[in-house]
């Protein structure tokens, strides 16, 4: 079992950056592929992007192709989203989330979630 938790969200103005952390708690982080969704008001839960367990591949969302990147430190149990050129269509909760299924987009396909991060970007 991970318990994951997420930080780093905030207000920022459109075309900035923002760094957000996911830590895992647990002896067995390096096992899990992770990901990243977000969930706007009203919306459904979306897919951000996806890492491997060792941090060899990665997948990502059409909409942050180029702008986001995901990486992961297994030694420190943590999981890094890099968002630049930030817009306002990117503001939503963010959620990071373990699973057994490499570059899983659908939601279901992971088993643990993160409580999420606001992030707000403003025009």
């Known amino acids: 079992q991970v318990q994951l938790v997420e930080s780093g969200g905030g207000l920022v103005q459109a075309g900035g950056s923002l760094r957000l952390s996911c830590a895992a708690s647990?002896?067995?982080?390096?096992?899990?592929?992770m990901g990243w969704f977000r969930q706007a008001p009203g919306m459904e839960r979306e897919f951000v992007g996806a890492?491997?367990?060792?941090?060899?591949?990665?997948s990502y969302a059409d909409s942050v192709k180029g702008r986001f990147t995901i990486s992961r430190d297994n030694a420190k149990k943590t999981m890094v989203l890099q968002m630049n050129s930030l817009k306002s269509e990117d503001t939503a909760v963010y959620f990071c989330?373990?699973?057994?299924?490499?570059?899983?987009?659908?939601?279901?396909?992971?088993?643990?979630w993160g409580q999420g991060t606001q992030v707000t970007v403003s025009s």
């Open positions: 989330a373990a699973g057994q299924v490499d570059y899983a987009y659908l939601p279901d396909k992971y088993d643990y």
């Open positions: 890492i491997s367990r060792t941090g060899g591949g990665k």
């Open positions: 647990g002896r067995t982080f390096s096992s899990y592929a």
